[in-house]
């Protein structure tokens, strides 16, 4: 039944959009929301709120809605936490490409585009998508790379979240990452870089026309402890599909215990450049995946099918280090 009192509604709405600070027990909640009723409206103006050195834990609070705007941590904020309202609910999203030019009118060029850039050490996100809102170029297309999300920082966590984007989708760069029951969506190299991740039972959706990739990893020597672990994950979507790319010399990337639809393509890895013998030094594997794609991925003798012995490694989460900084509760 509907309240009589004519002040019910003001001190409700007041109630709603009272500011949620929260200083117990060193943390910190700020809560962002589009309409007004939060701390601030954007999420860079809510990151920008939190002091160089940063030593509380803060957890971002962003209520539903698409909050379209260019977002950078700096790594002076550490223990920062992106908590969405859900994946398909809370949208941070831009659209910049390659080819496009900055402030100082230099193109920016890839690791410039993306939607999201987390520097800082002990970041995570939890319900909540990523977006390059770009169109998807065709392959050969120059300057059209466009990420969604960058992380360059050590001991990131990602739960439940989504990656939209087309080339180069998710700039996995630097650092020890782990990724729990996301989604991650492109066509083109869609997550690259030389971070030391582990994808844990995430969805890997291709949208390529002609053909795509996967996984673009940069690892150049034997000695860095760099590569993708992907375990329990489910790759969909349109093909032909490479699952691998050797960005780098000594590029390293797994695939365990892995669904792959009919979409690969016949040899599933590809060496980058033809030229540099990579397929003399790269890591790439395969363990016990399944699926009506899963045969191709064992179509050339440079990617190798592991046994229990050689697999372990990659399976537990000390891949990442992750007993030092990963809860039981979060892996």
């Known amino acids: 039944m509907a309240s009589r009192n004519p002040h019910f509604k003001s001190f409700m709405l007041l109630f709603l959009c009272t500011p949620m600070f929260v200083t117990s027990n060193g943390h910190r909640l700020i809560t962002v929301d589009a309409s007004g009723c939060g701390d601030f409206l954007s999420v860079q103006s809510a990151v920008d709120s939190i002091p160089?050195?940063?030593v509380q834990n803060v957890t971002i609070k962003i209520n539903a809605g698409h909050y379209v705007e260019k977002v950078v941590v700096l790594g002076t904020?550490?223990?920062?936490?992106?908590?969405?309202?859900?994946?398909?609910?809370?949208?941070?999203?831009?659209?910049?490409?390659?080819?496009?030019?900055?402030?100082?009118?230099?193109?920016?060029?890839?690791?410039?585009?993306?939607s999201v850039t987390v520097?800082?050490?002990?970041?995570?996100?939890?319900?909540i998508s990523f977006k390059n809102t770009s169109p998807a170029p065709l392959p050969g297309m120059e300057g059209w790379q466009a990420a969604a999300f960058r992380i360059s920082g050590d001991k990131a966590y990602f739960y439940s979240c989504g990656f939209y984007g087309a080339q180069d989708t998710l700039c996995d760069d630097a650092g020890r990452h782990y990724f729990k029951e996301c989604y991650i969506e492109g066509s083109i190299d869609f997550i690259f870089g030389n971070g030391r991740s582990m994808y844990r039972d995430c969805e890997l959706h291709s949208i390529a026309r002609r053909f795509g990739s996967i996984a673009a990893q940069d690892r150049n020597s034997p000695n860095e402890r760099t590569g993708f672990a992907f375990v329990g994950c489910k790759v969909t979507g349109t093909g032909p599909l490479y699952v691998g790319r050797a960005m780098g010399q000594y590029s390293r990337i797994v695939f365990l215990y892995t669904y792959f639809d009919d979409i690969v393509a016949h040899g599933g890895w590809d060496d980058w450049d033809h030229a540099s013998n990579k397929n003399k030094t790269v890591f790439f594997g395969v363990y016990k995946c399944w699926g009506p794609g899963a045969t191709r991925i064992h179509g050339v003798s440079w990617a190798r099918e592991l046994d229990y012995e050689t697999a372990h490694p990659f399976l537990a989460k000390s891949f990442v280090n992750g007993r030092h900084w990963i809860t039981p509760f979060d892996s």
């Open 52 to 54: 160089e050195n940063n």
């Open 77 to 114: 904020k550490p223990y920062v936490t992106f908590q969405g309202s859900g994946r398909e609910s809370t949208v941070i999203e831009w659209h910049d490409r390659a080819n496009d030019r900055g402030d100082n009118g230099q193109q920016l060029r890839t690791y410039k585009t993306a």
């Open 119 to 127: 520097f800082a050490n002990h970041f995570s996100a939890k319900n």
